[in-house]
């Protein structure tokens, strides 16, 4: 086992050892010294440790940074820095590979700010010469596309002029010269000097020269002369120097009121952040005009002081007692039925006892009220059960007498309750009826059956003889007395006399008993019958028998016996009455009723006659209601008043009904609601009037011109806020009431002068019209006038002065809309049936929308598609078809019951004349059944007589076969005996008998049996006899058995054979109606083994305990409430098809019973603001040209355009459309406080201009504005945009002329959300190849805009194949313009190495190097000092190397290529290199032994156990613990060399 083991650590380490021999793999392992062994020297020699790393000679070494500035890529902002390899030794720079083992530092680092240079546009031509002959000049321009930014280079100039040099001189000429008003730009407004109020008109000033076509001030009056004819105004004349303007006017408020109370008036624990506010306000008393500053805030807020603040109190909701159920009102005539309840329900203060009501919006929001936070309910429905009278059932049986013998007894029968009275129904009758018993005897004499004959003494055979009887007295109760109770002189003897037959005479059978009485009461009685029959006749020779009278005999019976029946009656109860005066309460009154005896046809007994058990009750206690008084609760606060102004104001407060006065009590105020609200009103006093305010504007007064009679002028006009009762008060009244701004003060006005022909501006664009005064057009119009103005006293006829001025000049109309347009209807989906007076069927309307459309998508008003001529309807009548609801028959007759006898079933039906439609109220039910009885089952039961006597067959023949006879009869009657026949077949009537004949034995008839030996038990016996009358004589018949025997099985065992059915129940009977309470029945009857109803006698009374009757109830149909329609909601939609309003509905009960379904819908729609929509935008005209008040001007003027807020049909509305969006009424009254922005808007509609005078400076004008940029490395949190426009300088000012401006580019903010970053790149244009050239240039990406300034230079493409400057590096190429590196070399183009190797002395970084064959080897007279070592490790040749140590071998550089081996300055040293080689081998080979050992040693034993095992390789501190310290000593030097060069490099 230990050289197993052994062999398996050689395995092991054969691993290790061989990664040394088969590859340049450099393996460590970290291993705990072992324990204390046999082993001696240096442990490390065995596992030696690692040794440091060497530091490598070679490291990157980077430059400076160089600044933020951007990269190629698109918006990338960083800086750069140089990475070079350098050998640290001599700081040399050499090839990157050294540097490979190296993480190479980073070259790139973005930065988050970068400068940004002015990008411009390129150069546009030159403009054409300012003249045909020198002196002349040109001009180009370029425009800013970015401005710099962040440091970047400045933007330069944006013209460049220069003489055209290619003209030739001008000829000396005469100019005409001309002359030109040279208008001056305006002061500020200031104030007069006469006036104090700032806000009343002011004054501005400019200067008017006149200039000649030098630019030279000449004389005023140069200009005034008029050089050329202008039609409308005068151009000679010289523009005003003054004007009237409006001053600026600052808004004023008033000072600020007092704080107001708390928001809150108490401290709410659950929420105790929210405290509430206090409000204080101002008021406006002069609105900002004029550009003045605006108001200031009208309002502020602070938060109240919780000190301040009392805790709020706690309410919650006061729920009373449910009140009587009150009758729907169409269930009042019935008296029961579905009904509603209510109760009252308020809120109250927590822990207030008087229960005094508060708003219920303080229960809804406390909390402590459930967790829905809504009131309790208030109403429920409920249900008056309607009067259920007694029902009874069938008299029972006659019970047997009261009295068991004697007179006065009385037969009961009894019927039982099937539903008692409830709900004040009807009383139950009788429930006990008596009838008088036959008189029965206490005791008499019972005799037993007679013995036989026994003949005289001197008779032998036949003749007299005496016969034996016992006699007895018994009681009513088969009690055995004493003979003294029995009546001695009716007792019957006890022996008599009695003949036994000769063979030759008549044998007669002794009397049967007396049958039943035929009647059972009655005057007279009935009649009992007993026979007696012939059992053998005589010799007719000889003697005959007893005629047929003497073989009946008959007595009367139930003499004097009544047949009258007798019940208990009651009256009704009476009132109650109170026992003593003036009390009331539980039980203290009595009801009484009246009590009778009556028969069964009605007529009054005697109370005796009546079951004196059974008496009911005259009279009972009863409850006197005491009364109830109206009870209200307290009355709650004061509410505020319902209006905050005026005399009509009041102010509620309630009480609430808590119980409804009863019995004669305090009835409750007439006030009160249906729902018990009592409500007190009080007109609110102290309150100031309802004002109403309204802007007044008054005259606008005369035009005013400064300086002069005509022109220019302003006018003015009083504004003030004004009240309904005439009082003037501050705006702001007016500003929160009309939430409007007020009109104009001022508006500039024109003063013609005299003899002028003057035209009025245009008026507004009207709406669109069929009155369309352009031919051409057939469509919609608009139309704006003008008219003629003249100031001439002379001149009546302002067309006088005028005659170019025609009608149509004063008239202007413009198309609403395009020729090309079509039109059509839009219509909408009709929506709900609306029904009159809430009806949920019948006739109504629906309604849809109904627009015009464009053929462009809008909407139009109506009139637009009135051409169409097929004009859509927007309402049409509808119809909810009402339901129909169900109509049935009267009930049919009974049906015959389903029993012949016993209880069974029988139904009636009824059919359905009509049958609902759908959510009507269903059927009520067509089917009923019932329990019922047509007759006792005894009466189907065969009533079979006693066989007649044997009569002989053949008259004359008295003995041998005969006859007997006996009637079978069903009791029910002749029409029944199939029903009889049915439960048992027909017994027989007739049977053959045997007459004895002369000499034959003659028997008496067979005794009843006796009771049986063992009743229930199958063994049990009965017994029969008879005895012989006559003895047979000679060959006379013998006699049969005198005894008879049969087994009783189980006839005659009580209830056995015997079962008790009930059947399934009846439908319910109501007792009122439809519906309600009732009664079910289901049927009970006893069969026997055969199947057949028997009286239920014969069943076990213990099975009785079965309930045949149960009350149950027919649900009343209870119909589906609706709650009613709610308010019709707010349109969905303000314009367009699709706005609808809804209106709701709640399903207040559910349908119950069958009864009528929740049809119709809960919700109705109804189309509502069918109006066109519409977009409003503002038209902006083209501006004009710059104007001025006279034709022959210069400097500044103004220019005008047409800015008008458009409707997306054409027609022009209210600015305030555009400005909030289409609903003016959305304003509130900051918004009026701030003044329009029209630069912000941009509906400027006049602005200042400007005219290049001559000798001024002459600038382009503003180019179109940038889109919205920002800047593409700014980093900050408040980044800004804008919008660039530039304009260059077009020629120089001369000497006297006006300066050119100093800003020539414009900056415009813009929103930073709408700004992009401008994006740049080079484009290139196809090669020219002749001259290798191409094209190059930046544009603006996105657009077809070249600029100059926003590409990176660095990543410019060449634009020539040739470099320029030529590539002078060693190793690099020209590639298209650009010097790159040859192919397998790296660097930058300046400076190139070779990818591997070195192709230079220089290449090579180590002492006494040089490159041979692109490898760095020594040079001659040097050799390497070790094979393994890197390849600087060069010595001169007379240095003999020291042998190799073990360990690791010293790093060297990444990539270093050997040197060549084969050097003949080292040949001397090979020798010894290639010892340590056959060392190498020798141990490999060592290894490859063991393991083929191993394997033979594992083969051995797997052939000769059949098993191989290996345990496991122990790891760890253990490794050697487990070994053999021999075997580690003889394999010691094996492991010194071979797991020493473990980390040797090989």
């Known amino acids: 086992m230990k050289f197993l083991s052994a062999l398996q650590l050689v395995c092991a380490l054969m691993v290790v050892s061989s990664g040394c021999a088969w590859g340049n793999i450099r393996q460590t392992r970290e291993l705990k010294s072992p324990a204390p062994t046999e082993l001696s020297g240096n442990e490390n020699e065995i596992f030696p440790e690692e040794e440091p790393m060497i530091p490598s000679p070679f490291s990157w070494r980077t430059g400076e940074w160089s600044s933020c500035e951007e990269q190629g890529e698109a918006n990338k902002c960083g800086k750069k820095r140089n990475v070079r390899c350098i050998f640290t030794e001599n700081n040399r720079e050499i090839p990157f590979h050294y540097c490979d083992s190296e993480q190479r530092t980073n070259t790139f680092e973005p930065c988050n700010v970068c400068k940004e240079d002015c990008v411009l546009t390129t150069w546009s031509d030159w403009s054409e010469c300012s003249a045909s002959c020198a002196p002349a000049t040109r001009y180009r321009t370029r425009g800013v596309v970015r401005r710099a930014d962040h440091g970047g280079k400045d933007c330069g100039k944006l013209s460049e002029i220069e003489s055209c040099s290619d003209l030739q001189e001008c000829r000396i000429e005469v100019v005409v010269p001309t002359y030109t008003w040279k208008i001056g730009e305006w ?37 005034s002369q008029s050089q050329e004819v202008f039609l409308y105004s005068p151009l000679d004349r010289k523009p005003s120097e003054e004007e009237a303007c409006t001053l600026p006017c600052d808004c004023q408020v008033s000072a600020w009121d007092p704080w107001t109370t708390c928001s809150k008036s108490c401290l709410d624990p659950a929420v105790p952040d929210e405290v509430g506010y206090q409000t204080r306000t101002r008021d406006v008393v002069r609105l900002s005009e004029n550009g003045g500053l605006p108001c200031p805030s009208l309002s502020e807020q602070k938060p109240c002081s919780e000190d301040d603040l009392p805790t709020c109190p706690r309410y919650q909701w006061y729920t009373q007692e449910w009140q009587d159920c009150k009758l729907l009102v169409e269930n009042i005539p019935a008296g029961c039925g579905a ?21 219920d919006a303080l229960c809804v929001a406390s909390v402590i009220s459930d967790p829905a936070n809504q009131p309790p309910p208030m109403k429920r429905a409920c249900f008056v059960p309607c009067p259920v009278d007694c029902q009874v059932g069938q008299w029972q049986n006659w019970s047997p007498c009261t009295q068991s013998c004697g007179t006065g007894g009385q037969h009961i029968r009894l019927r039982s309750v099937l539903v008692p009275p409830s709900h004040g129904g009807a009383e139950c009758g009788s429930r006990i009826q008596t009838k008088e018993c036959e008189p029965i005897e206490c005791a008499w004499w019972y005799s037993t059956r007679w013995s036989v004959c026994f003949l005289d003494h001197d008779h032998t055979g036949c003749g007299p003889g005496t016969r034996h009887r016992a006699v007895y007295c018994m009681s009513a109760r088969d009690e055995l007395l004493l003979d003294d109770v029995c009546n001695a002189t009716s007792k019957p003897p006890n022996m008599g006399d009695c003949r036994v037959p000769c063979p030759s005479e008549c044998v007669v059978s002794d009397w049967s008993a007396w049958g ?49 029946s007798y019940m208990w009656q009651v009256g009704a109860w009476g009132s109650c009455t109170s026992n003593r005066t003036a009390v009331c309460g539980e039980g203290m009154g009595t009801q009484t009723r009246e009590l009778t005896c009556e028969k069964d046809t009605g007529v009054i007994a005697e109370n005796e006659l009546c079951d004196s058990t059974s008496i009911p009750s005259t009279n009972q206690s009863c409850d006197i209601p005491c009364p109830v008084d109206c009870k209200l609760s307290p009355l709650g606060d004061w509410s505020e008043c319902s209006a905050t102004c005026g005399d009509n104001a009041y102010k509620t407060r309630t009480q609430r009904v808590l119980q409804l006065s009863a019995h004669g009590g305090v009835v409750c105020p007439d006030t009160a609601t249906e729902d018990g609200i009592i409500t007190q009103t009080a007109p609110c006093s102290n309150l100031q009037p309802c004002y109403t305010y309204q802007w007044n504007a008054g005259n606008w007064s005369q035009c005013e011109v400064l300086g002069d009679v005509c022109g220019k002028g302003l006018q003015s006009r009083d504004v003030h806020c004004g009240r309904n009762d005439y009082a003037i008060v501050l705006p702001g009244y007016c500003l929160r009431q009309l939430l409007s701004n007020p009109p104009a003060t001022h508006q500039q006005c024109f003063l013609p002068c005299p003899g002028d022909c003057q035209l009025s501006a245009w008026s507004q664009l009207g709406p669109c019209g069929n009155d369309c005064g352009i031919t051409s057009h057939h469509g919609y119009c608009r139309m704006r006038t003008r008219h003629l103005i003249s100031v001439d006293p002379n001149t009546e006829n302002p067309s006088q002065i005028c005659p170019q001025i025609s009608s149509e000049d004063l008239k202007d109309y413009t198309p609403c809309d395009d020729a090309s347009h079509t039109y059509q209807w839009q219509v909408g989906e009709w929506n709900s049936c609306i029904l009159e007076n809430g009806y949920d069927c019948g006739h109504g309307n629906q309604s849809r929308s109904v627009l015009c459309l464009r053929s462009d998508g809008q909407q139009v008003p109506i009139q637009f598609c009135s051409t169409l001529g097929n004009s859509e309807v927007s309402q049409q009548p509808c119809e909810i078809l009402c339901p129909e609801e169900c109509f049935v028959s009267e009930w049919g007759d009974w049906s015959p019951c389903t029993e012949s006898c016993g209880q069974g079933l029988q139904v009636r039906t009824r059919n359905m004349m009509q049958s609902p439609s759908p959510g009507s109220p269903a059927c009520p039910q067509l089917f009923q059944s019932t329990v019922c009885s047509e007759r006792s089952c005894d009466l189907l039961d065969w009533h079979i007589t006693q066989w007649s006597p044997c009569l002989p067959i053949v008259d004359g023949i008295t003995c041998g076969e005969g006859r007997q006879t006996r009637n079978v009869t069903c009791p029910a009657g002749t029409e029944f005996e199939k029903k009889c026949n049915s439960r048992q077949p027909k017994p027989t009537t007739e049977q053959q008998c045997h007459l004895p004949c002369t000499g034959d034995c003659v028997l008496s008839q067979w005794s009843e049996f006796t009771e049986c030996s063992a009743p229930c038990d199958p063994s049990g016996t009965k017994t029969r006899t008879r005895i012989e009358i006559r003895e047979a004589t000679g060959s006379g018949m013998p006699c049969e058995k005198l005894r008879d025997e049969e087994a009783c099985g189980f006839d005659v065992c009580p209830d056995q054979g ?69 308010d019709w ?75 008008e807020c458009q409707r997306s049909d054409g027609l022009t509305v209210d600015n305030e459309f555009c400005i909030m969006q289409g609903n003016p009424g959305s304003k509130n009254l900051n918004e009026i406080l701030i003044p329009i922005n029209d630069t912000e808007l941009d509906i400027v509609s006049r602005k200042r201009c400007e005219v290049p005078c001559p000798g001024d400076c002459q600038v382009s004008s503003w180019n179109t504005p940038s889109p919205c940029y920002k800047s593409c490395y700014n980093s900050s949190s408040n980044p800004t945009a804008y919008t660039l426009s530039s304009r260059s300088v077009t020629k120089l000012a001369s000497q006297d002329g006006k300066r050119c401006p100093d800003i020539l580019v414009e900056l415009s903010i813009c929103p930073v959300s709408e700004a992009v970053c401008p994006s740049f790149g080079w484009q290139t244009g196809p090669w020219d190849i002749i001259a290798g050239t191409r094209n190059v240039w930046c544009q603006l990406q996105g657009t077809n805009i070249n600029v100059t300034g926003g590409c990176v230079e660095n990543v410019k493409p060449p634009s020539s194949k040739v470099c320029n400057p030529q590539c002078t590096a060693a190793n690099s190429i020209c590639d298209w313009g650009v010097c790159k590196c040859a192919m397998s070399y790296e660097g930058d183009g300046t400076r190139c190495f070779p990818a591997s190797g070195c192709t230079a002395n220089d290449h090579c970084p180590f002492e006494n190097n040089v490159c041979k064959k692109r490898n760095c080897v020594c040079k001659d007279g040097y050799h390497l000092t070790d094979e393994n070592n890197s390849p600087g490790d060069c010595e001169h040749d007379n240095v003999i190397p020291d042998p190799p140590l073990p360990g690791p071998a010293t790093r060297g550089p990444a990539k270093t290529p050997r040197m060549n081996r084969e050097d003949d300055s080292t040949a001397q040293f090979k020798a010894k290199h290639d010892i340590w080689i056959w060392v190498v081998v020798a141990c490999c080979a060592i290894v490859v032994i063991l393991v083929l050992l191993c394997i033979a040693f594992v083969v051995h034993r797997s052939r000769t156990s059949g098993e191989v095992r290996f345990d496991p390789l122990p790891t760890g501190p253990t490794l050697l613990n487990n070994y053999d310290t021999s075997f580690l000593s003889n394999g010691k030097e094996f492991l010194k060399g071979c797991v020493t060069t473990s980390t040797t490099k090989c």
């Open 187 to 223: 002061t500020s407004c200031r104030q007069m000097s006469a006036r104090n109020d700032t806000c009343e008109l002011g004054q501005r000033f400019r200067t008017i020269t006149c200039i000649d076509n030098g630019g030279e001030e000449v004389k005023e009056s140069l200009c």
């Open 339 to 359: 009904g509603r309840q209510k109760r009252q329900v308020y809120c109250v203060e927590e822990g207030d006892t008087e229960l005094r009501p508060v708003k």
């Open 516 to 564: 039943t009485c035929s009647k059972t009461c009655g005057k007279k009685g009935g009649v009992q019958i007993r026979t007696r029959k012939i059992l053998a006749y005589a010799d007719p020779s000889v003697s005959t028998c007893l005629p047929e009278d003497e073989l009946i005999q008959s007595r009367p019976c139930n003499l004097h016996i009544s047949c009258q």
């Open 1058 to 1126: 015997y079962r008790i059915d009930t059947r399934e129940w009846s439908t319910c009977q109501t007792s009122n109606g439809e519906c309600g309470t009732g009664t079910k029945h289901r049927t009970i009857n006893c069969y026997n083994q055969a199947g057949n109803v028997v009286d239920l006698n014969n069943c076990n009374s213990d099975q009785f305990n079965i309930t045949t009757i149960e009350p149950c109830e027919v649900p009343c149909p209870i119909d589906c409430q609706l709650s009613p329609y709610s």
């Open 1129 to 1203: 909601s707010t349109c969905s939609a303000t314009c367009g098809s699709d706005g609808v309003k809804v209106r709701s509905r709640v399903i207040v009960r559910q349908p119950e019973g069958g009864g009528r379904e929740c049809t119709g819908s809960l919700n109705q729609t109804m189309p509502c603001n069918m109006q066109p929509c519409f977009a409003y935008n503002w038209y902006r005209g083209e501006w004009s040209e710059c104007q001025f008040e006279t034709g022959r001007g210069c400097g500044y003027g103004e220019r005008h355009r047409l800015v």
